[in-house]
């Protein structure tokens, strides 16, 4: 068995939202260690931490206490716009509410990143078609969200969050406005994802069939982390 | 990077067409109103020294009176044509000297008869006030008080028509003269009294023939050079006081009238109004930037979901302050540009209506479009600055 590398590293964090009695700990002595190429599933039920410590992930958050490394980078150290920085070349999103901009073509959804990236237009294009293509929303591209179905929205979602090539993949229930059908055809996509290209994906979710998905199980209550177990081996996986 | 913020900046306007409109009004209106005033302004004054030039360049009047009652002929003495000889002989820089005396009388010719302004002069009375003879010639010297007169444009075509009126024979106050020549037109003054309106003849001929006098009502002089005007006009009022024995410290009877004075006083009432109007401009383009700031608020309450979306995908506060104070520049800009338009429009209408001449100040385009980019900085930065500072997660999770 070979070492795998480690993408992201939490070590006593704690999150503490608000302050004197009505201080609430969101977060209490978290230690979790993520290898890359892994599919993580966050679960536990609702105010247990779980979204927290995917903010804290997604650098959208900083902890209140404790390290957080991502491939060894102490984001604590790091300030707003570096953290931005960060998210914009190594992080993709994937919300339960799909987030996509109103008004605005799946396309242009798409490209977005990458006009932050300073992606030349005709490349943006392109890669973003590629990964419409990827998500299975040929014939699409013009669509604005409104138009498009809550699976193909968060297909959408799913292609905005991998055009920038991303290490980590977060997912925030992923799946909570969608039908069970067009749950598991989501799942599917994520774990293909995860497989083909190899990227990290950790998903946040409270139903406990779609952990079943996932190479690895953690589950939080109140807080702290209550149980953390391996599935399936990390390298049956990526092969 | 800029053009990609600057075309989703363009593309945000575009959709709210009706809200970017009204938000634009006030620096419409701001913009279209300076425009407008400066441009007005540059016409009336250009009208104004058409005018001046066209009563006689930098022309000095001595007129009986005192120049705090006004001219007063009844009371003050007259001159004589020995005055205006000394003059031409003694003040240097004077260049031409005319003497001139007016006097109201009806000219017939046939069945046609005018009521107009007789000036008796002389020769150089021409170059003094800017005439140009249109046909045939003017008085000479040799025609000291011969029946002799050269026509103004409105006297010609009231009396002749569209006939050839040289040579003709008329009686100005009951006195017999023939047409020498008649005067090129010079349209109205800046009072808007027809220069046109008069008669020409020789000095002696209105003195002895129609007023039977030898008076000199007042004596014209064109200064060589609008520098020396002030030099030639202290030089002027120095000689007639000795001329007139007026002791020192003694009222003068008589005074200099200087044409730019005049001017000047009419140029800094148009001056002032400017200002004025331009103040209230001011605060038109004011109240137009607070417009664009509210409608930025309300646009960054209303995107903040967006702004959310931007920050987690990686955008940094600079670039969404850049997005929506882009955003601004660009509404304001385009205020701007219809407000050139507008006040252009406008300022050409009303230099239409008032006949004064149109013109073009391009500097107050350049200067119109720097205002209102300036208002689009200063008032849409707050609300940029808000967007910024927003934080990622409550971004995310505003409804």
């Known amino acids: 068995m070979s070492e795998r590398r ?62 957080y490394l991502f491939r060894g980078i102490d984001v604590g150290s790091l300030d707003r716009d570096q953290r931005a920085l960060l998210r914009r070349h190594a992080i993709g999103f994937v919300f339960q509410g799909f987030q996509l901009l109103g008004r605005t073509s799946a396309l242009e959804n798409v490209e977005l990143p990458l006009i932050y990236q300073r992606v030349p237009r005709k490349e943006r294009r392109r890669r973003a078609l590629e990964m419409l293509a990827v998500v299975g ?17 968060q297909r959408v979602a799913i292609a905005r969050a991998l055009v920038t090539r991303p290490s980590l993949l977060l997912a925030d229930e992923p799946t909570g406005n969608l039908d ?11 774990s293909r994802i995860n497989r083909e290209r190899n990227v990290t994906v950790v998903m946040v979710t409270h139903e406990p069939d779609l952990g079943e998905y996932a190479a690895r199980r953690i589950v939080f209550r109140d807080g702290r982390i209550e149980s953390d177990e391996r599935l399936r081996p990390l390298e049956a996986w990526v092969s | 990077m800029i053009w990609s913020i600057l075309a989703m900046a363009l593309r945000e306007i575009r959709r709210h067409k009706m809200r970017s409109g009204l938000t634009t009004l006030g620096i419409v209106i701001g913009v279209a109103s300076v425009v407008a005033l400066v441009t007005l302004g540059e016409s009336s004054s250009a009208k104004v020294r058409a005018d001046m030039a066209s009563m006689g360049n930098n022309l000095l009047q001595v007129l009986p009176g005192s120049a705090r009652r006004g001219p007063a002929r009844s009371t003050a003495r007259p001159f004589t044509i020995e005055d205006a000889q000394a003059i031409a002989r003694e003040v240097g820089d ?14 017939v010719a046939g069945h046609a008869n005018h009521m107009t302004t007789v000036w008796g002069t002389t020769e150089t009375y021409l170059a003094v006030r800017g005439f140009q003879i249109e046909r045939g010639r003017m ?32 009686r100005v106050g009951g006195v017999p003269c023939q047409v020498i020549g008649t005067l090129a037109p010079k349209g109205a003054n800046a009072w808007g009294s027809d220069q046109d309106d008069l008669i020409l003849m020789p000095l002696r001929t209105v003195q002895r023939r129609l007023r039977g006098n030898t008076e000199v009502g007042a004596v014209m002089v064109s200064v060589r050079s609008e520098a020396a005007i002030p030099r030639v006009k202290s030089q002027l009022e120095s000689l007639m006081r000795e001329r007139r024995k007026i002791r020192p410290g003694q009222e003068a009877d008589f005074f200099v009238h200087d044409m730019k004075e005049v001017a000047e006083a009419m140029q800094s009432v148009t001056g002032t ?18 417009g664009i700031m509210n409608i930025m608020l309300v646009s960054v309450t209303e995107r903040t ?34 407000g050139v338009l507008l006040g252009m429009l406008a300022s050409f209408g009303f230099a239409r209506a008032l006949g004064l001449p149109p013109v073009l100040v391009p500097w107050i385009v350049g200067v119109a479009f720097l205002f209102s980019a300036a208002v689009g900085v200063g008032f849409g930065f707050f609300p940029a600055r808000k967007a910024a500072l927003l934080h990622p997660i409550d971004a995310l999770r505003h409804e």
């Open chain 2, 273 to 290: 109004m400017t200002a004025l109007l331009g103040a209230i401009a001011a605060v038109s383009l004011l109240v137009g930037g607070i």
């Open chain 1, 6 to 67: 480690v993408l992201v590293e939490l070590r006593d964090v704690d999150k503490v939202y608000g302050t004197g009695p009505t201080a609430v700990h969101a977060m209490r002595d978290v230690n979790l260690t993520i290898e890359e190429g892994d599919f993580v599933a966050i679960m536990g039920p609702s105010g247990s931490g779980k979204s927290t410590c995917m903010n804290v992930l997604g650098c959208l958050d900083t902890p209140t206490s404790g390290t």
């Open chain 2, 139 to 170: 008085l000479t010297e040799m025609e000291h008080g011969a029946g002799v007169c050269v026509l103004g444009a409105t006297v010609r075509k009231q009396l002749f028509g569209e006939d050839d009126p040289l040579g003709q024979r008329l």
């Open chain 1, 180 to 190: 069970s059908a067009r749950k598991f055809e989501i799942l599917d996509l994520l």
């Open chain 2, 305 to 338: 979901r967006e702004i959310g979306i931007r920050m987690a995908i990686g955008a940094t506060s600079g670039e969404v302050l850049l997005q929506f104070l882009l955003e601004a520049v660009a509404l304001s800009l385009l205020g701007g540009l219809a």
């Open chain 2, 94 to 107: 004077a260049g031409l000297v005319a003497p001139v005396v007016t006097h109201g009388a009806t000219a």
């Open chain 1, 137 to 153: 929303l040929e014939g699409r591209e013009h669509h604005t969200p409104a138009e498009l179905s809550g699976g193909q929205q």
